[in-house]
């Protein structure tokens, strides 16, 4: 199982980073930022494998690549700013945290708008 791996590299970086933290805590803030990094790129090509997957579906269900790509967006924006937010509380930054993650909602609802108008424009052409 590949997530024991990525637990047990955290735990790892975990127990480092508190060693470090009494020390250098700037060091210590490094360390878990690149750990969460190498993390992210051990499993990139599992999100690559993911879209290709949504958007071989896509296609074949005759759905618009414009929405697929607004999607996939959308939850690029999520992942990434929670990554961002955790790093910011990470660092004793809540609030500052607390403002990437209101950014990202609405940054999302604008990615989102012309996704909810074609459900809208499809729903009011089947009631009609």
């Known amino acids: 199982m590949e997530i024991l791996q990525y637990v047990g590299f955290a735990f790892i ?9 009494q020390q250098k805590p700037e060091i210590a803030l490094l360390l878990s930022v690149v750990a969460g990094v190498v993390i992210f790129l051990a499993v990139l090509d599992k999100i690559d494998a993911v879209i290709n997957v949504l958007t071989d579906l896509a296609s074949r269900a005759n759905v618009n690549v414009i929405y697929l790509g607004a999607i ?4 690029g924006i999520a992942y990434i700013a929670d990554f961002g937010a955790q790093i910011c509380r990470d660092a004793g930054e809540g609030a500052l945290g607390a403002k990437i993650e209101f950014a990202a909602k609405i940054l999302i609802m604008v990615l989102a708008v012309p996704i909810v108008m074609a459900v809208l424009d499809t729903l009011m052409k089947i009631l009609s």
């Open 13 to 21: 970086a975990t127990v480092i980073a508190l060693i470090l933290r």
């Open 72 to 75: 996939l967006k959308i939850i």
